[in-house]
């Protein structure tokens, strides 16, 4: 089989319901990545009641309200254990914002709410009297440097089990209090940048692809991608006012 003929895979977790900074454009843009190095792409939404796509090769999930992490809550319990076992054996992730927290032990609200989570992160959230906003630039150590927008009330702390995703140049981040920004474990990416994020950083679509493509098929021979037009939106993006 050539690698034009192999397919990848990619579920988006509760589009309906977690998807309002334009999240969507993590999946569309991963997918067009995935095709630029040879795989076609199919991409299946999961939302509350659906039956769960257990053969997914990379899964993507967005932000939404503290109404539509609620909405969602009991759904994504259900599903924990299988989310769990699949991240543990390398299942490729990327979760921002809402997902993110809910990926994580616990959101304790603003309002009061504790919303439990799935515990893949070692992390919990505390609903902030503030909103963090605005553009956010990041090093990573795995992908460079990273640039974004983030928009979230939510602070997240990190336990022992979990390093950063990144740290902090220009921005807030995971809290107020240290540098750190995002989550990672496994084969899994949690990150509060929007904007979107994937489109600006390629090297993280390019790990996510890698990692699933390694999962499937045993071997992944990168197409050589020009990226000029990706390096002068980062370019741009991070010469704007925070």
């Not at 509350?48 to 109404?67: H, K, L, M, N, R």
């Not at 909405?71 to 989310?83: E, V």
């Not at 990327?94 to 616990?106: A, D, M, W």
């Amino acid at each position: 089989m050539t690698q034009a003929r192999k397919s990848l895979k990619i579920l988006q977790l509760y589009p309906q319901d977690m998807n309002i900074y334009g999240d969507w454009g993590n999946t569309l843009s991963l997918s067009r990545r995935a095709q630029a190095h040879g795989f076609e792409t199919e991409i299946v939404d999961y939302n509350p009641g659906d039956t769960f796509p257990e053969d997914a090769d990379v899964i993507v999930g967005g932000g939404g309200q503290d109404s539509g992490q609620t909405i969602i809550q009991d759904d994504l319990l259900a599903l924990g254990n299988t989310l769990k076992a699949q991240a543990e054996a390398g299942t490729p992730m990327l979760v921002i914002c809402g997902l993110y927290q809910l990926f994580g032990k616990e959101f304790r609200t603003i309002g009061g709410e504790n919303l439990k989570g799935i515990g893949i992160f070692d992390l919990h959230t505390v609903g902030g009297e503030e909103r963090l906003i605005g553009n956010i630039v990041e090093e990573s150590e795995e992908f460079g440097t990273i640039v974004g927008y983030e928009n979230h009330s939510g602070l997240t702390y990190l336990g022992e089990n979990v390093k950063p995703l990144a740290h902090v140049t220009k921005g807030e981040g995971n809290n107020t209090e240290d540098s750190g920004e995002g989550a990672r474990v496994h084969n899994v990416v949690g990150s509060y940048l929007h904007g979107s994020l994937l489109p600006k950083n390629p090297r993280i679509s390019d790990f996510l692809i890698e990692k699933a493509v390694l999962n499937k098929y045993g071997e992944f021979t990168p197409a050589t991608l020009d990226d000029s037009v990706i390096e002068r939106a980062r370019a741009s993006a991070m010469e704007r006012p925070r």
